[in-house]
Nanobody, 122 residues
Framework: VQLQASGGGLVQAGDSLTLSCSVS????????MAWFRQAPGKDREFLTT????????YYEDSVKGRFTVSRDNAKNTMYLQMNNLKPEDTAVYYC????????????????WGQGTLVTVSS
């Protein structure tokens, strides 16, 4: 399984941006996926997860109400719509697949993308 995140860039505070995560899977079926981010000098932060069929989602408080996760299994792609971006949202954003812990939401995943940089200027 290979994941590739894309869509990052430089935006201004208050702008919107949509990230994509494409999944290349030779075998197996869709699994739960998630978005994380890592700001400079900080630990990786879990943001949101979406179930394999897109019917169940979870958001951390830091992004709830501003970010929306979705997926299109026909396109093997997950999305992260980010609205009202703030300078503190500046980070490398990572997508991940295949939850490794029991229960919901899982914060441990087996496969990871390479990350895409989002920079929000004030």
């Amino acid at each position: 399984v290979q994941l590739q995140a894309s869509g990052g860039g430089l935006v201004q505070a208050g702008d919107s941006l949509t990230l994509s995560c494409s999944v290349s899977r030779s075998v197996g079926s869709p699994k739960a996926m998630a978005w994380f981010r890592q700001a400079p000098g900080k630990d990786r932060e879990f943001l949101t997860t979406i179930s394999w069929n897109g019917k169940r989602v979870y958001y951390e408080d830091s992004v709830k109400g501003r970010f929306t996760v979705s997926r299109d299994n026909a396109k093997n792609t997950m999305y992260l719509q980010m609205n009202n971006l703030k300078p503190e949202d500046t980070a490398v954003y990572y997508c991940a697949e295949d939850a490794q812990s029991l229960g919901w939401p899982s914060r441990e995943y087996r496969y990871w993308g390479q990350g895409t940089l989002v920079t929000v200027s004030s």
